[in-house]
């Protein structure tokens, strides 16, 4: 097939379109034809536009007609070829990476013919990312956490799947797929912070051992002092038979402790009718017995007393180590401290229980209802404002003045003593001004809340 029967055929075919339908009616005739390497498409107004026969501009392959109108100029026609769009990451297909790693790449088209106006994202495992991607040239960046390999996944590896699809104005969509291999890793931020508090457990422990110790061998040197004194005064009596000397020893040591070792010998002694020297040949007239003690220290038994002394028990009706370990356990029970004195802010003058009096048992319970609901109020707010300050970094004055993070609601409620409430009435409209706000309580209202600033009547 030649160019010029190309061209004679394309003219007929816009031509019959245009007369099927009637000059005198206005509107668009689309017409299109295919010849195996030539897609066009002919579009004309009814009532301005005369067919003529249409004229390459350039060469065929080029795909571009003119169709020239004697009244208006000219209609340009193009190819009707559609060249899809393409979603291109700017990473291989697959790639490799151990928990911890992050990973990070833009997500490009190559353009086509329709542009892609949109991106979905999706995954074969959920993730949680710190980007969105919606668009070209989006950035995507994840971190896998350190428990995304489970135990029960083989070779110590799980594959992600990761889906982006995107989609023009045709509805035509392409996807790009990566896939993700993510290797179990040694989580060692986790670890270092473990050693950390190993280390300090360890530190811990020493200082309460040598602390024990210390006050143990005070005790122990003092233990002994008593003994030896008691032990002492035993031997200066005198029995007058061997089983009396040992029941008294038997009596005496009773209350020992574990760690002293005492022992004893008997020592007997003759006693003469006359003082002083006695003849030669005379026979005593009774014989005493005297107990001859030694006390002595159990060392292993002093270092085993040490570290009974250096520990101490705490139980638990938590048995599952998964839902409360013993650091928890521990630490939830030295925090004890915090309730101690929530419940002390209840014995406070300011808070006037001294002088409330009732006698019915159910006035009791409620009494005791409403101080420890209004403990649970100040625990909460004193919580949510460390909370907030930990969170924005920020800090409050303290009682000296200096900055803290950790400030007692009694302090911040002695902080608000002073503001008052102002009422003017004018005709029938009422207004209401809060006296006496400074910086900082603007500062912690702010920091517990819209609604807390709100009724103090702060701007938004």
């Known amino acids: 097939m030649n160019d010029q029967g190309d061209l004679e055929g394309l003219s007929a075919l816009v031509t019959g379109a245009t007369s099927g339908i009637g000059g005198a009616a206005a509107g668009l005739v689309v017409a299109q034809a295919s010849y195996g390497w030539l897609n066009f498409t002919a579009a004309c107004l009814l009532n301005q536009y005369v067919m003529v026969p249409l004229h390459p501009v350039g060469s065929l392959d080029d795909h571009l007609y003119v169709m020239e109108d004697a009244a208006a100029g000219a209609l340009v026609f193009f190819t009707t070829e559609v060249i899809p769009s393409h979603v291109k990451p700017t990473v291989s297909s697959v790639l490799y990476m151990e928990e911890g790693d992050t990973i990070s790449f833009k997500v490009q088209c190559e353009t086509g013919t329709y542009p892609i106006e949109s991106i979905n994202f999706y995954s074969s495992v959920p993730i949680k990312t710190n980007s969105n991607v919606k668009g070209c040239n989006d950035d995507f960046t994840w971190s896998p956490p350190f428990d995304f390999v489970k135990e029960s996944d083989s070779g110590k590896q799980k594959l992600l799947t990761l889906y982006f699809v995107g989609t023009n104005k045709i509805f035509m969509r392409d996807t790009a797929t990566i896939k993700i291999y993510v290797k179990d890793a040694l989580n060692y931020p986790y670890m270092t912070e473990e050693y950390n508090l190993a280390v300090k457990n360890i530190r811990t422990y020493i200082l309460r051992l040598k602390y024990a110790f210390f006050l143990l061998d005070k005790k ?81 038994e002093v270092e085993t007393q040490i570290s009974k002394d250096a520990c101490f028990i705490i139980a638990t009706n938590i048995l599952d180590e998964q839902e409360l370990s013993h650091e928890q356990v521990i630490t939830t029970y030295k925090e004890q401290g915090g309730v101690e004195r929530g419940f002390r802010f209840l014995k406070d003058p300011l808070f006037f229980a001294s002088s409330v009096f009732v006698k019915k048992p159910e006035r009791v319970v409620a009494l005791s209802f409403i101080m420890v609901l209004a403990l649970l109020v100040y625990r909460l707010a004193e919580h949510l404002l460390r909370c907030r300050l930990a969170q924005t970094e920020e800090t409050v004055p303290n009682q000296v003045n200096k900055p803290t993070k950790r400030p007692t609601m009694r302090w911040i409620f002695q902080c608000f003593e002073g503001i008052d409430l102002l009422h003017i009435r004018m005709g029938s409209r009422l207004q209401t001004q809060v006296l006496g706000l400074q910086a900082l309580h603007q500062k912690v209202l702010r920091l517990l809340g819209p609604p807390y600033a709100h009724f103090y009547r702060l701007p938004a």
């Open 220 to 300: 122990v040197k003092k233990t002994q002092d008593k003994w030896e004194n008691k032990l002492w005064h035993l031997s200066v009596r005198s029995f007058s038979c061997e089983k009396d000397a040992e029941d008294a020893w038997k009596q005496a040591i009773k209350g020992k402790p574990s760690w002293l070792v005492a022992t004893f010998t008997l020592r007997s002694e003759a006693r003469y009718e006359h003082a002083g020297k006695p003849k030669k040949n005379a026979l005593p007239e009774k014989t005493v017995w005297f107990l001859v003690p030694t006390l002595s220290i159990d060392e292993p």
